[in-house]
């Protein structure tokens, strides 16, 4: 869930003509309208199934150093992405746990949270040649958003409704740059085979595209 349109909005579209499964919901995360709207749309959908997967993958990332950092970039940053999920998260909560309902076990078989996370929020990372990448908002947010995760994993695993951080690695999308190691391609494909693979023991952890386990 975006919480604009990107480049790939288009190639949704044409998946959405050939495959009758495939949906486009609007959802501007940082409105709180707009996530009442795609929740009953979303519920129109999926019916009394439930909804299995939740990934919240919208963010804003910048590079802020100690210099050029300012309250207005920690607070837009904090509030699209770690405040947002949570509250997203909250909203679909009841589809989450219908679909909980109608299962046994941990996984995206039965229901799931997966928070898109960034090594770039691991404190133990942030030392040494891990530093090298300067964002107070951008890490500081990322950080707080594996506490939402865990948070959300204390109080829903009782529900059976799986709750990880998941680190897609460094993508080129808009905000990862031409630079970056993987293409969407490559990063997508490895994160569906670690998403297939969840199970209770991955509960309230840190993962990497890979299936690696992330310091926190």
């Not at 003509?17 to 709207?37: A, R």
């Not at 009394?48 to 990332?61: D, H, K, T």
């Not at 960034?118 to 964002?135: D, M, P, Q, R, Y």
């Not at 190691?181 to 297939?196: G, I």
Request: glycine share 8%.
């Amino acid at each position: 869930m975006q919480k604009k349109r990107s480049v790939g909005l288009r190639d949704l579209q044409e998946l959405s003509k050939t495959f009758p499964g495939v949906h486009i919901v609007t959802l501007d995360v940082d409105n709180e309208q707009s996530v009442s709207s795609a929740l009953q749309e979303v519920a129109s959908i999926v019916g009394n199934e439930g909804l299995n997967c939740l990934i919240n993958n919208a963010a804003i990332g910048n590079t802020t150093d100690l210099n050029t950092v300012t309250p207005e970039a920690m607070m837009k940053s904090f509030q699209v992405n770690t405040v947002a999920p949570l509250f997203v998260t909250k909203a679909f909560l009841p589809l989450l746990q219908m679909a909980a309902a109608r299962s046994s076990g941990m996984g995206i078989h039965r229901a799931a949270v997966i928070n898109v996370s960034s090594i770039l929020g691991s404190i133990t990372h942030n030392w040494a040649e891990g530093a090298n990448f300067k964002s107070y908002a951008y890490r500081t947010s990322k950080a707080a958003l594996n506490m939402v995760t865990r948070c959300l994993a204390a109080d829903l695993g009782s529900d059976g409704i799986l709750c990880m951080s998941l680190h897609p690695g460094w993508v080129r999308t808009d905000m990862g740059g031409p630079l970056a190691d993987l293409s969407v391609q490559e990063s997508v494909s490895a994160l569906l085979s670690v998403l297939s693979a969840l199970s209770e023991k991955d509960h309230g952890g840190f993962k990497d595209f890979r299936g690696n386990v992330l310091p926190w």
